[in-house]
C-alpha cells in the first residue's frame, strides 16, 4: 500500500504542534510529561488500540494533540465506539469466547460461521444490551444458516447437556460448569438436506429443563455472576487481568447505569484516572498487542500482503490477502503469522485461550524475518518517502510507528552521518517495546 | 500410555533407535516407471522407449538414475505402495499424517509426532527412549524450504511443535533463513552491533520477560545454530559433490537443501523435511521430467553415500515418496501431450538408514505398473515403519492434548493392514 503525500504533510504539520516534546529527553517526560498522567499522543494511541484494533495514522494523533477541547478525549471515544472498525475489533473478541470457528471440535460449518459473525458483529454496532444478547443466544431456534444465534447451542466441544453446560457458562458467566446439564438435556439438532445445516430444536419435556429457565436463572439467583462476567471480560480486554472487588463493583455499577451495554461500561472505563495513568512500575500495564492487531499493523504501514489458509483438511477455505486479521471470522482460518503470535484456537472460549505474552520465536521473527525486511524495503522505497530528507523520513517512521515524534537525542542518533539507513530506523523501531506493546 | 496396552510387556529393543529423520517429499507426485519401477518392456506408451539400468545390488532402476544405481546397497525401495486418494490435498494429508481426510480433526504430520516425542513438554510423547531427548536450540522439526501449505504439518498439537520453514533458497549465494540468518548480508559484528542498538533505542524500562524471549531468539541467532545454515563452511568438492546444473557454474537447489539436511543431522535436528515440488507432470511428461529426475539422482546419492562415510547414515532415516505416483499409460492426447495423470493405486518409495536394510525391494507391480501385484504396502504400514524405526510407537496414544485424550493410536486402527509393516527390512 503507498503511502500518499497528503499523509506524510499531515503527518509533518503533527511535528510543529508536538514541538515541546522535540525537545524532550527523559522518558518521563515523553511518555508521562503531566505528573505521571500519561502523554497525549499516547492516550490516543491507546484509545485507538483498545477500540478499533489499531494504531492512529499521523493524521489522527496530530488531530487530537492539536483540538484545544476540554472533552477531546470523551469526543475521540465517542466517535471510535462508532467507528467500523470498533464493530470489527469487538466482534472479533466475541468470537473468541463464542467459539465461532467452522471445523474442530466446534464444528460450526463456514456457512454457519459467516453468518453468526454478521450478526455478532451487528449486535455489537447496534449495541445490545448483555441480558437481551444472552436471551436471544438462549430463545432462538431454527435453521444454523438462517438464524444465526442457534450457533449458540451448537458451539461446544462436546454436544452432551454437560457439555452444553460448560459452553454456555463459560460464554455468559465466566465459569466453565456442568451444573447446569439440566437446562440443556432437551436441546436437540437434527440434519437438513441442505449440506450441513442444522435445525436446533428442543425435544419435549418439562418446562423447568430448558435454555429459557437457565434465563431466568441467570436474571435471577446467578444475575451478580451474569453482570460481572462481560464487566471481567472488558477488565481483562484493556489491563490483561479480573477486576478486584472494590473496582469489579464500581464497574458492574456503571454497567448496570449504562442499561447492560458494552459502549457506556467502555465510556465509562476511559474516563477513569487508571486509564490516564503514565507507562512503567504502577502506571498502564504493558501488553503486547494481539496477533491480529499487530498483523494488521505491519501489513497496514508497509502494504504487505497476508497469507491466510485453513488448517482443516476439508473444505479448504481461503481469503483475500487483504482481508484484516482482525475481520477473520472463522477461527479456524488463520496463518503462520496468526499462529505465531498466539492467536486463541476458540476451542474452549475461555480468557486465557488468547496468548500475548512474547516468546523467543516471535522476537526471532521480528528480528529476521526476511519477508519483514522485504515488508521495510517496500515502505522506504515508496517514491513519496524516498523523497523525504533523511531526518524527516526518521520523523515520519517515528510518528507512523510510534505515534509520536522523534526526542532530539533521538534525531541525533539518527543522524544523517551515523549512516543509518530509514529501513534499519524502521527495524529499529519494529522491535522496540514501545511499537510491539499497548502502553 | 494407552490403556489397551497396559499389560503387554514392550518388545526389547533389538536395535538402536534412529536419531534423525530426513524426509524428501516430491510434491505432485513422481513416476514410479520413470525412477524405482521401470518396465522397459512394456508397451512404448507406458515406458516411451526409454531403458532401465541394474543397479549394484541386481535391481532394476530406470535409466535416469545412474548414481543411485551405484551406491544401491545404502537403501530399498518399495514397488507397491497403495492408497485410494487422488487429490493432492488428500493424497498429501494421508501420505503424511497416516489418516483418511476428513473427520473434522487435523492430525499431526509424521514431522511433528517424532520431532514433538524428542523434546520436553507437555506435549511429549509417550514413547521417548532415552538417549534421543533433542536439547538444541534450532526446533526439533525444520522444513526446507516452503512448508507444504494446504494443511498444517503440526495438525492439533499446536505452535509450539509447529516446524522451522526456513524459507529462502539454499542454493543462493547466502542461504537466508527466515528468522535464524538475518536478511540483508550482515556480518557477525554487524548482527551485534544492531542488537546493541535495538536494546538502547527502546524507550521503556526493561522487562524481564520480554528480555528473555529476546536473549535466547539472539543466541539462536549469533550461535552455532545458524552456522549450520552457513553452506561456504562446507568444500567446495563437497557442494558440488550434490549436484550443479549441466555446465557447473550453479549449484542445484535441491542438491544444497539436502547438503543443509546433512548438516542438520550433525546438529542433531530430529526431523527434516525437504519438500521437493515439480513433479505434477500432467503434461509433456518426459519433457519436463528428465532434469529434476536427474538432479535428484545426483543429491539423494550424495547424501547417502556422505551420511555413510560420516558414519550418521546408521542413525538416520532418510524417506523419499510423494503423495501418489503417475498414470502408467501416458496420455498423448491433447492438452496432455504426453502427460501423466495422478495415480495413487501403485507407486514407489526409498527408505535408507536408521535401521532400515539396503539393496533390498519390497512388492511387486504387474507388467506396467497398473496394480500392485505383491505386497501392498499402505501408507499406515509406511509410516508405521519409519515411527517404529525412529522409537516412536505407532500404536501408542497420541501425545494427549486436553481436549483429545479419547483420539488414538497415532495410525488409524479403522485402516485394516494388508500386509503390516516394513519387517523384513528392517535391520
Same mark, same amino acid.
Given at each position: 500500500?503507498?503511502?500518499?503525500?497528503?499523509?506524510?504533510?499531515?503527518?509533518?504539520?503533527?511535528?510543529?504542534?508536538?514541538?515541546?516534546?522535540?525537545?524532550?529527553?527523559?522518558?518521563?517526560?515523553?511518555?508521562?510529561?503531566?505528573?505521571?498522567?500519561?502523554?497525549?499522543?499516547?492516550?490516543?494511541?491507546?484509545?485507538?488500540?483498545?477500540?478499533?484494533?489499531?494504531?492512529?495514522?499521523?493524521?489522527?494523533?496530530?488531530?487530537?494533540?492539536?483540538?484545544?477541547?476540554?472533552?477531546?478525549?470523551?469526543?475521540?471515544?465517542?466517535?471510535?465506539?462508532?467507528?467500523?472498525?470498533?464493530?470489527?475489533?469487538?466482534?472479533?473478541?466475541?468470537?473468541?469466547?463464542?467459539?465461532?470457528?467452522?471445523?474442530?471440535?466446534?464444528?460450526?460449518?463456514?456457512?454457519?460461521?459467516?453468518?453468526?459473525?454478521?450478526?455478532?458483529?451487528?449486535?455489537?454496532?447496534?449495541?445490545?444490551?448483555?441480558?437481551?444478547?444472552?436471551?436471544?443466544?438462549?430463545?432462538?431456534?431454527?435453521?444454523?444458516?438462517?438464524?444465526?444465534?442457534?450457533?449458540?447451542?451448537?458451539?461446544?466441544?462436546?454436544?452432551?447437556?454437560?457439555?452444553?453446560?460448560?459452553?454456555?457458562?463459560?460464554?455468559?458467566?465466566?465459569?466453565?460448569?456442568?451444573?447446569?446439564?439440566?437446562?440443556?438435556?432437551?436441546?436437540?439438532?437434527?440434519?437438513?438436506?441442505?449440506?450441513?445445516?442444522?435445525?436446533?430444536?428442543?425435544?419435549?419435556?418439562?418446562?423447568?429443563?430448558?435454555?429459557?429457565?437457565?434465563?431466568?436463572?441467570?436474571?435471577?439467583?446467578?444475575?451478580?455472576?451474569?453482570?460481572?462476567?462481560?464487566?471481567?471480560?472488558?477488565?481483562?480486554?484493556?489491563?490483561?487481568?479480573?477486576?478486584?472487588?472494590?473496582?469489579?463493583?464500581?464497574?458492574?455499577?456503571?454497567?448496570?447505569?449504562?442499561?447492560?451495554?458494552?459502549?457506556?461500561?467502555?465510556?465509562?472505563?476511559?474516563?477513569?484516572?487508571?486509564?490516564?495513568?503514565?507507562?512503567?512500575?504502577?502506571?498502564?500495564?504493558?501488553?503486547?498487542?494481539?496477533?491480529?492487531?499487530?498483523?494488521?499493523?505491519?501489513?497496514?504501514?508497509?502494504?504487505?500482503?497476508?497469507?491466510?489458509?485453513?488448517?482443516?483438511?476439508?473444505?479448504?477455505?481461503?481469503?483475500?490477502?487483504?482481508?484484516?486479521?482482525?475481520?477473520?471470522?472463522?477461527?479456524?482460518?488463520?496463518?503462520?503469522?496468526?499462529?505465531?503470535?498466539?492467536?486463541?484456537?476458540?476451542?474452549?472460549?475461555?480468557?486465557?485461550?488468547?496468548?500475548?505474552?512474547?516468546?523467543?520465536?516471535?522476537?526471532?521473527?521480528?528480528?529476521?524475518?526476511?519477508?519483514?525486511?522485504?515488508?521495510?524495503?517496500?515502505?522506504?522505497?515508496?517514491?513519496?518517502?524516498?523523497?523525504?530528507?533523511?531526518?524527516?523520513?526518521?520523523?515520519?517512521?517515528?510518528?507512523?510507528?510510534?505515534?509520536?515524534?522523534?526526542?532530539?537525542?533521538?534525531?541525533?542518533?539518527?543522524?544523517?552521518?551515523?549512516?543509518?539507513?530509514?529501513?534499519?530506523?524502521?527495524?529499529?523501531?519494529?522491535?522496540?517495546?514501545?511499537?510491539?506493546?499497548?502502553? | 500410555?494407552?490403556?489397551?496396552?497396559?499389560?503387554?510387556?514392550?518388545?526389547?529393543?533389538?536395535?538402536?533407535?534412529?536419531?534423525?529423520?530426513?524426509?524428501?517429499?516430491?510434491?505432485?507426485?513422481?513416476?514410479?516407471?520413470?525412477?524405482?519401477?521401470?518396465?522397459?518392456?512394456?508397451?512404448?506408451?507406458?515406458?516411451?522407449?526409454?531403458?532401465?539400468?541394474?543397479?549394484?545390488?541386481?535391481?532394476?532402476?530406470?535409466?535416469?538414475?545412474?548414481?543411485?544405481?551405484?551406491?544401491?546397497?545404502?537403501?530399498?525401495?518399495? &514397488?507397491?505402495?497403495?492408497?485410494?486418494?487422488?487429490?493432492?490435498?488428500?493424497?498429501?494429508?494421508?501420505?503424511?499424517?497416516?489418516?483418511?481426510?476428513?473427520?473434522?480433526?487435523?492430525?499431526?504430520?509424521?514431522?511433528?509426532?517424532?520431532?514433538?516425542?524428542?523434546?520436553?513438554? $507437555?506435549?511429549?510423547?509417550?514413547?521417548?527412549?532415552?538417549?534421543?531427548?533433542?536439547?538444541?536450540?534450532? $526446533?526439533?522439526?525444520?522444513?526446507?524450504?516452503?512448508?507444504?501449505?494446504?494443511?498444517?504439518?503440526?495438525?492439533?498439537?499446536?505452535?509450539?511443535?509447529?516446524?522451522?520453514?526456513?524459507?529462502?533458497?539454499?542454493?543462493?549465494?547466502?542461504?537466508?533463513?527466515?528468522?535464524?540468518?538475518?536478511?540483508?548480508?550482515?556480518? &557477525?559484528?554487524?548482527?551485534?552491533?544492531?542488537?546493541?542498538?535495538?536494546?538502547?533505542?527502546?524507550?521503556?524500562?526493561?522487562?524481564?520477560?520480554?528480555?528473555?524471549?529476546?536473549?535466547?531468539?539472539?543466541?539462536?541467532?549469533?550461535?552455532?545454530?545458524?552456522?549450520?545454515?552457513?553452506?561456504?563452511?562446507?568444500?567446495?568438492?563437497?557442494?558440488?559433490?550434490?549436484?550443479?546444473?549441466?555446465?557447473?557454474?550453479?549449484?542445484?537447489?535441491?542438491?544444497?537443501?539436502?547438503?543443509?539436511?546433512?548438516?542438520?543431522?550433525?546438529?542433531?535436528?530430529?526431523?527434516?523435511?525437504?519438500?521437493?515440488?515439480?513433479?505434477?507432470?500432467?503434461?509433456?511428461?518426459?519433457?519436463?521430467?528428465?532434469? $529434476?529426475?536427474?538432479?535428484?539422482?545426483?543429491?539423494?546419492?550424495?547424501?547417502?553415500?556422505?551420511?555413510?562415510?560420516?558414519?550418521?547414515?546408521?542413525?538416520?532415516?532418510?524417506?523419499?515418496?510423494?503423495?501418489?505416483?503417475?498414470?502408467?499409460?501416458?496420455?498423448?492426447? $491433447?492438452?496432455?501431450?504426453?502427460?501423466?495423470?495422478?495415480?495413487?493405486?501403485?507407486?514407489?518409495?526409498?527408505?535408507?538408514?536408521?535401521?532400515?536394510?539396503?539393496?533390498?525391494?519390497?512388492?511387486?507391480?504387474?507388467?506396467?505398473?497398473?496394480?500392485?501385484?505383491?505386497?501392498?504396502?499402505?501408507?499406515?504400514?509406511?509410516?508405521?515403519?519409519?515411527?517404529?524405526?525412529?522409537?516412536?510407537?505407532?500404536?501408542?496414544?497420541?501425545?494427549?492434548?486436553?481436549?483429545?485424550?479419547?483420539?488414538?493410536?497415532?495410525?488409524?486402527?479403522?485402516?485394516?493392514?494388508?500386509?503390516?509393516?516394513?519387517?523384513?527390512?528392517?535391520?
Amino acid at each position: 500500500m503507498a503511502i500518499s503525500r497528503r499523509a506524510f504533510l499531515a503527518g509533518a504539520s503533527a511535528f510543529s504542534i508536538m514541538e515541546g516534546l522535540a525537545s524532550a529527553a527523559s522518558n518521563a517526560r515523553i511518555f508521562a510529561p503531566n505528573g505521571g498522567q500519561a502523554a497525549e499522543f499516547l492516550i490516543c494511541r491507546r484509545l485507538y488500540l483498545d477500540i478499533c484494533g489499531r494504531i492512529p495514522t499521523p493524521e489522527e494523533v496530530n488531530e487530537y494533540v492539536a483540538s484545544r477541547s476540554t472533552r477531546k478525549r470523551e469526543n475521540l471515544v465517542d466517535k471510535l465506539l462508532e467507528s467500523d472498525d470498533f464493530a470489527d475489533y469487538y466482534a472479533m473478541r466475541y468470537c473468541d469466547f463464542l467459539r465461532v470457528k467452522s471445523e474442530f471440535p466446534i464444528n460450526l460449518w463456514p456457512n454457519a460461521v459467516y453468518v453468526y459473525h454478521h450478526w455478532i458483529r451487528d449486535t455489537i454496532r447496534r449495541d445490545m444490551p448483555w441480558n437481551e444478547f444472552a436471551r436471544t443466544l438462549l430463545f432462538s431456534r431454527g435453521s444454523n444458516f438462517r438464524v444465526p444465534q442457534v450457533n449458540f447451542l451448537r458451539a461446544a466441544a462436546s454436544r452432551t447437556p454437560e457439555g452444553l453446560s460448560k459452553a454456555v457458562s463459560t460464554s455468559l458467566l465466566l465459569e466453565p460448569t456442568e451444573k447446569y446439564a439440566k437446562y440443556f438435556s432437551r436441546v436437540r439438532w437434527k440434519k437438513t438436506r441442505e449440506w450441513k445445516e442444522e435445525i436446533v430444536y428442543l425435544d419435549d419435556g418439562p418446562a423447568d429443563a430448558s435454555p429459557e429457565a437457565f434465563m431466568a436463572e441467570l436474571e435471577g439467583p446467578l444475575a451478580p455472576q451474569f453482570v460481572a462476567a462481560p464487566v471481567q471480560r472488558v477488565h481483562w480486554w484493556i489491563y490483561g487481568s479480573l477486576a478486584k472487588k472494590y473496582e469489579l463493583e464500581r464497574w458492574a455499577n456503571a454497567f448496570r447505569k449504562g442499561g447492560y451495554r458494552l459502549k457506556p461500561l467502555l465510556r465509562y472505563v476511559f474516563s477513569q484516572t487508571d486509564y490516564r495513568k503514565g507507562p512503567g512500575k504502577g502506571g498502564f500495564p504493558a501488553r503486547r498487542m494481539d496477533a491480529e492487531v499487530l498483523d494488521d499493523v505491519l501489513c497496514t504501514l508497509t502494504g504487505a500482503r497476508r497469507d491466510f489458509g485453513s488448517i482443516a483438511p476439508e473444505p479448504y477455505s481461503f481469503l483475500p490477502p487483504t482481508r484484516k486479521s482482525v475481520l477473520v471470522e472463522d477461527g479456524s482460518i488463520t496463518s503462520a503469522f496468526l499462529i505465531l503470535f498466539g492467536r486463541p484456537a476458540r476451542d474452549s472460549g475461555l480468557l486465557d485461550e488468547r496468548n500475548n505474552r512474547i516468546t523467543a520465536k516471535q522476537r526471532l521473527y521480528l528480528y529476521n524475518s526476511s519477508k519483514l525486511w522485504r515488508d521495510l524495503g517496500r515502505l522506504v522505497e515508496c517514491k513519496d518517502f524516498a523523497e523525504l530528507s533523511h531526518a524527516d523520513q526518521i520523523r515520519e517512521l517515528y510518528m507512523r510507528f510510534l505515534s509520536r515524534p522523534p526526542v532530539r537525542d533521538e534525531l541525533f542518533y539518527f543522524d544523517e552521518k551515523n549512516n543509518i539507513g530509514a529501513r534499519d530506523v524502521a527495524w529499529f523501531l519494529l522491535n522496540s517495546r514501545e511499537f510491539l506493546y499497548r502502553i | 500410555m494407552n490403556t489397551n496396552k497396559q499389560n503387554k510387556a514392550p518388545e526389547p529393543a533389538k536395535r538402536g533407535f534412529a536419531k534423525s529423520v530426513i524426509e524428501i517429499w516430491l510434491w505432485g507426485g513422481p513416476c514410479q516407471l520413470e525412477t524405482f519401477d521401470p518396465k522397459p518392456d512394456a508397451p512404448h506408451d507406458y515406458n516411451n522407449g526409454l531403458k532401465s539400468i541394474k543397479s549394484a545390488s541386481g535391481f532394476e532402476l530406470h535409466e535416469w538414475l545412474p548414481e543411485l544405481a551405484k551406491c544401491s546397497n545404502l537403501y530399498s525401495i518399495i &514397488r507397491s505402495m497403495t492408497h485410494r486418494y487422488p487429490g493432492h490435498e488428500t493424497a498429501t494429508y494421508l501420505m503424511q499424517t497416516g489418516r483418511n481426510p476428513g473427520g473434522g480433526v487435523t492430525y499431526p504430520a509424521l514431522g511433528a509426532l517424532i520431532s514433538s516425542s524428542r523434546v520436553k513438554g $507437555p506435549g511429549k510423547g509417550n514413547s521417548v527412549q532415552s538417549g534421543l531427548l533433542y536439547e538444541g536450540d534450532l $526446533p526439533p522439526f525444520v522444513i526446507l524450504t516452503h512448508a507444504k501449505g494446504r494443511f498444517s504439518e503440526v495438525g492439533f498439537l499446536g505452535e509450539a511443535y509447529a516446524p522451522l520453514v526456513t524459507g529462502g533458497r539454499a542454493s543462493a549465494k547466502r542461504f537466508e533463513v527466515d528468522g535464524i540468518v538475518p536478511p540483508g548480508g550482515l556480518t &557477525r559484528e554487524q548482527i551485534i552491533d544492531r542488537f546493541g542498538r535495538a536494546s538502547r533505542i527502546d524507550r521503556l524500562p526493561p522487562d524481564a520477560e520480554f528480555e528473555a524471549a529476546g536473549a535466547a531468539a539472539r543466541e539462536i541467532i549469533l550461535g552455532k545454530a545458524a552456522e549450520t545454515f552457513d553452506l561456504t563452511r562446507e568444500k567446495e568438492q563437497t557442494r558440488k559433490r550434490y549436484g550443479t546444473n549441466p555446465a557447473g557454474t550453479s549449484y542445484t537447489e535441491i542438491g544444497q537443501q539436502l547438503l543443509v539436511a546433512r548438516r542438520l543431522v550433525e546438529y542433531g535436528v530430529p526431523y527434516i523435511s525437504i519438500n521437493y515440488s515439480g513433479w505434477d507432470s500432467h503434461k509433456r511428461h518426459f519433457e519436463t521430467m528428465n532434469r $529434476p529426475t536427474h538432479e535428484m539422482d545426483k543429491a539423494v546419492s550424495a547424501l547417502l553415500q556422505d551420511l555413510n562415510e560420516r558414519g550418521l547414515l546408521d542413525s538416520t532415516i532418510v524417506w523419499l515418496s510423494g503423495e501418489f505416483g503417475r498414470v502408467p499409460k501416458v496420455d498423448r492426447q $491433447p492438452p496432455w501431450n504426453g502427460g501423466r495423470n495422478h495415480f495413487p493405486r501403485c507407486f514407489s518409495a526409498l527408505v535408507a538408514g536408521g535401521g532400515f536394510k539396503g539393496g533390498q525391494v519390497v512388492g511387486e507391480s504387474d507388467e506396467t505398473t497398473d496394480h500392485v501385484k505383491e505386497r501392498p504396502v499402505t501408507p499406515q504400514d509406511f509410516l508405521g515403519s519409519i515411527m517404529e524405526l525412529a522409537g516412536v510407537d505407532p500404536d501408542d496414544r497420541l501425545p494427549n492434548p486436553m481436549w483429545l485424550k479419547e483420539y488414538g493410536p497415532v495410525m488409524n486402527p479403522k485402516v485394516k493392514s494388508q500386509c503390516g509393516r516394513l519387517k523384513e527390512i528392517y535391520v
